[in-house]
Each structure stands twice: as structure tokens, then as C-alpha cells.
């Protein structure tokens, strides 16, 4: 493992700790060079991802950004990070297990919107309006419809008015 400090290949690990139920290893390292203590993790990856984005690019995988896209989401929102680790590696896994070596970002889009909706409604709607390129106050309404509509259950049918 290459030292973030001076870029040394000469680490050695000093300590090793499963997170996460055991999927993720944590590790505590050292540089010899240097002497710079850093975290590295490791977890198990099923296959190697290629994002196709909307423009038709295809770039690798990133579980770095896409753990950045939700924290953002739920900035100064009183969600446990331990549950956002988590969540993020449900949507990983679920990717993974999907059985194709391409994803799209609208499927990674939709993942997550689908995760913040359980977590938090307000990450959900920031989420969305970035993802789906909001415009307008009518793009947030209807986004908060959506919530509305799923909390509320079945609705009565209103009588005809004539």
C-alpha cells in the first residue's frame, strides 16, 4: 500500500479490525519511510463496474463518489454514519449482484433515491433535485407529492361534482 504522505511502498500494518458485519476490514498502517499512520479498508467486490453516463461515456465505478453524493444529501440530517456505510453498501451489493458488468447512472440514480426514501425524506427531495436537474418550485412539489402520496396510503376517491 503506497504511503499518502511521501508515496512510499514500504507500509506495514499495525492493526486489523472487521466494520460493518464483518464485510469490511479495517486497517491501521504505518509508513516505515515516514512514519505517517493512515487508514486503508477493504471489502469484498464482486465484480469490476462500468458506469455508462448519460452522455454515453463510460467510466469506472466509483464507491468514493457515490458515498460522497449521499453524504452530501444528508448533510446536517441526524442519520447515524454507521447507516449511511451501510446503505451505501447495500447499493454496491445490489449493483454487483445485478449480473452485468455496465450499469447507467440513471439505475445508480434511482438506487439511491430509493435508499434516501427510507432514510430521509428531506435527503431524498435534495438528492433528487440534483439528480433530476430541478428547475422549478413545480419540481419540488411534485417530489414532495411522491413522499406525500407513499405516506398517506391508499386515498379515498372524491364524489363527481357537477
Not at 491501521?28 to 458506469?51: D, K, M, P, S
Not at 440514480?109 to 430541478?134: C, K, P, Q, T
Amino acid at each position: 500500500m503506497r504511503c499518502p504522505s511521501c508515496g512510499s511502498l514500504d507500509t506495514q500494518v499495525k492493526d486489523s479490525r472487521p466494520t460493518e458485519d464483518s464485510a469490511v476490514i479495517r486497517r491501521r498502517r504505518v509508513c516505515l519511510t515516514c512514519n505517517f499512520r493512515f487508514t486503508t479498508f477493504e471489502r469484498v467486490q464482486l465484480r469490476e463496474l462500468t458506469v455508462i453516463k448519460r452522455n454515453g461515456r463510460r467510466v469506472p465505478f466509483d464507491r468514493d463518489k457515490l458515498m460522497r453524493s449521499v453524504q452530501i444529501a444528508l448533510r446536517k440530517r441526524s442519520v447515524d454514519p454507521e447507516r449511511i456505510e451501510k446503505e451505501v453498501s447495500k447499493i454496491v451489493r445490489e449493483l454487483e449482484s445485478a449480473g452485468e458488468n455496465e450499469v447507467s447512472s440513471e439505475t445508480i440514480g434511482e438506487s439511491v433515491m430509493a435508499h434516501l426514501r427510507e432514510i430521509d425524506d428531506v435527503a431524498y427531495v435534495r438528492f433528487a433535485s440534483v439528480y433530476r436537474n430541478f428547475g422549478e418550485v413545480k419540481d419540488f412539489r411534485a417530489a414532495l407529492d411522491e413522499l406525500s402520496d407513499d405516506d398517506a396510503g391508499p386515498r379515498p376517491v372524491a364524489p363527481d361534482r357537477k
